[in-house]
């Protein structure tokens, strides 16, 4: 199958998301599927990865962070694509990465599948300060939702959220991939000698390094642990 993902950051500008897109594309590449990872462009980045891949330009954020795709004025990009023939298309975001997709599923008569991964209200009012804008921004992404042919969520937690969001059609639960691997033996010990660890009680974080994955909350609970 020739395979689109759409998402809105790419390496090495990456979160995730870009992660979760990066091993479907690795992934279904193994299996013998044509997949593209499309996504903003990148300035100054040359792709080492294994798999084809489609970019289109971009603008950075004010938050100097992430980089907002403009594929619409990027003809160069729209030619190439269009000389791809797609049998599915998985979109990441609802917005630039993903109305490109629902632009190019259409446009080829394909499915769209999405799937909804972040809060997008809290990040909205954690921006706008303002409930109206935290509300419209959820009232878009809602629409392009309902645009879609079949929405998944990664877990029960998440389809609630989007449920609260006011999305009613059907929403299919799949989990995200993880690669699992274990340690070397001796692998332990090594680490401890690298990071210069004692025997004594170590908390690790594995994820991304943003409040709102609830660190402070974290750093607070393991405070009262240390005093206890």
């Not at 990456?14 to 300035?43: F, Q, W």
């Not at 992430?66 to 998985?90: E, N, Q």
């Not at 419209?136 to 629409?143: K, Q, S």
Request: glycine residues 6%; aromatic residues 14%.
């Amino acid at each position: 199958m020739h395979i689109g993902q759409f998402c809105d950051v790419y390496p090495p500008e990456t979160d995730g998301v870009g992660m979760v897109v990066k091993s479907y594309t690795e992934e279904l590449t193994k299996l013998n599927h044509r997949c593209y990872y499309i996504s903003p462009k990148i300035p100054n980045y040359s792709d080492t990865h294994d798999f084809p891949t489609f970019h289109y330009m971009s603008i950075r954020l004010a938050n100097g962070i992430y980089r907002a795709g403009v594929p619409i004025i990027d003809i160069p990009y729209r030619k190439s694509i269009k000389k791809t023939s797609f049998d599915i298309i998985h979109a990441h975001s609802p917005f630039s990465a993903g109305r490109e997709a629902l632009r190019i599923a259409k446009k080829q008569n394909v499915p769209l599948v999405s799937t909804f991964h972040t809060k997008y209200y809290d990040d909205f009012y954690s921006k706008t300060h303002s409930k109206l804008l935290a509300k419209t921004g959820i009232r878009y992404i809602v629409d392009f939702y309902n645009d879609c042919d079949e929405i998944w969520a990664v877990n029960n937690s998440t389809s609630d959220v989007l449920r609260e969001y006011g999305y009613k059609k059907d929403i299919q639960i799949m989990p995200n991939g993880t690669n699992s691997w274990h340690p070397a033996p001796g692998g332990e010990n090594a680490a401890k000698e690298r990071f210069g660890l004692r025997n004594d009680r170590i908390f690790l974080f594995v994820g991304q390094q943003d409040w709102k994955k609830n660190i402070k909350h974290i750093i607070e609970a393991l405070k009262i642990y240390s005093s206890s």
